[in-house]
């Protein structure tokens, strides 16, 4: 019985070890005790310190505590807890954004504030999913079963050691196994090992007992104490089976042909060197993949405190007679304050015909109207601003500049020096339409092939997979890029206002520009 228990306790922590590696590889939301949240965005007719009297309120109402994140002026992120905030603390905080809770919560307890104008979205956290996280993913597949396996493997060695055993005691009349001691025994064993393992997480790990985290685990750790009471069940009923199939004069004598026995090693064995080897070769094929996220790190080291932040509450209006409408003006008033402020915005050329594409005629029509006579090459046409500019050159050693005050400046490898002015009339059409700048304002400059971009994408796909179907979405570096450095500051003081929006949604910003 201790062997069993050593057996069960080690299995137990393994994979609860590797259950720990899932949980942090998965986004949580925030490092407080919650279940659920919800959103706030658009426009009140209230004011912001009416708005949190409603908030404190709904906390004291439907007894739930409720958290909003905040930025301080040090540029770091605060969570203010409504239970214990003061008017002061939020008078400078727009209502817009995220709410976290914790507690039961009605979602018609929020349409007081949809009243107001306001538009809500409440969601709770399935904490309960933590059992199948382990399961994600080809690889954890892999190794889970391996590990599950060999441990029905060596429970059932364990068991089979208490063969003769089982056959006096079924000769003398009674159970060929004390199924409730054994089985009481491995139960409270494993149920203290859960205890102790969900106190550690929740002490230095979990920020907690009633975080999503922590919940996570407990939900890891009960799926994993269902399939251990599973597999010693199957073990229980291959030794039981093998004791009926068997003579007992036989296995007194150690003369059992055990051909039961033989059978469940002989599958189980073929099983594992199966998944054994589909494991070696899915870790052959993502080792790659790993080398080239490794050497992506020195990129994203210069960016590491860097971040893309999500603007709420900036409602779509449309323009009336030519005039600026009021998402494109505070699309704009947020760019200008970034002037002078490091932010990179990266942007590919949508100027060409997708290969997928059909029946596109006026777009290739347009195309040609505006002087695009080789649109195909615009797949490897990149717009970056000056920021961008400078990270490139720091991390791939070029020297993308803005030249001679122009408005853009265009970087165009040899292999692609006989088409300028189908790239000229591209960058023409797509940056300078609505403004006043013309194609006097591009410098040009001729550059060796083989130059690299890297695109602080973290959404890439290594192996560019998906490199045809979306050529910059899916990939983190390339090669012989047209690369186009933009002036933003002054794009942006001509009313550019796609490019403002743009900006906002697809840009890193900097510690500094985040806490502007």
Known sequence: MKLKLCIIGFFF??????????????????????????????KSNL?????YEMIRDLSKTEKVTIYKPIVQSSGQLKYVNFDDANNEQLKSVPIIGMYYTLGEMDVDSLKPLTMTGL??????YPWYIGGILQFTGTLRILLMGSIYLTL??????????????GVIRRSLGLPVYDLRREYGISLIFELIMMALLMISYSSFLGNGFLTYSSK???????????????????????????IQIEKPIEIIKNKAKNKLIFVVWLAIISIIIVVSGIFLQETKSSQSSINIQIQNLVPWDTVKDWRRIEFLGIENNSAKNGEVSDSDGQYLQIAASLKNLDYLYIE???????????????????????????????????????????LQNKVNGTNYHLLDNKIATIYIPEKWKENQKSI???????????????????????????????????????????????PMASVAD???????????????????????????????????????
Request: hydrophobic share 45%.
């Open 424 to 470: 000229e009339n591209t960058v023409v059409a797509e940056q300078f339409i609505g403004t006043n700048y013309t194609k006097e304002e591009l410098a040009v400059q001729i550059i060796p092939d083989g130059e690299k971009i890297f695109y602080f994408n973290e959404d890439a796909d290594i192996d560019h997979k998906n490199k045809d179907i979306f």
């Open 348 to 390: 590919r050329s949508s100027a060409y015909v997708p290969d997928t594409s059909h029946a596109l005629e006026d777009f290739s029509k347009q195309l040609e109207n505006d002087g695009i006579t080789n649109p195909e090459i615009n797949k490897d046409l990149i717009y970056i601003n000056q920021t961008g500019a400078n």
């Open 119 to 124: 538009q809500t979205v409440y969601m709770a």
């Open 47 to 51: 004011s912001n310190n009416e708005i």
């Open 152 to 165: 029905l493997v060596v429970l059932f060695v364990v068991r089979t050691r208490q063969i003769k055993e």
């Open 216 to 242: 996570l685990f407990f939900s890891l750790l009960i799926t994993n104490f269902i399939l251990f009471q599973i597999i010693d069940l199957i073990t229980f009923v291959l030794f039981w089976l093998t």
């Open 13 to 42: 922590c393994l994979i609860a070890a590797i259950g720990l590696v899932t949980i942090s590889d998965t986004e949580t939301p925030i490092p407080l005790p919650i279940d659920g949240a919800f959103s706030i965005q658009g």
């Open 478 to 516: 390339s090669k012989d890029n047209i690369v186009v450095v933009l002036d933003t500051d002054k794009m942006i003081e001509n009313n550019k206002f796609s490019l403002a929006s743009n900006i906002l949604y697809k840009s890193l910003f900097s510690p500094e520009a985040v806490k502007k």
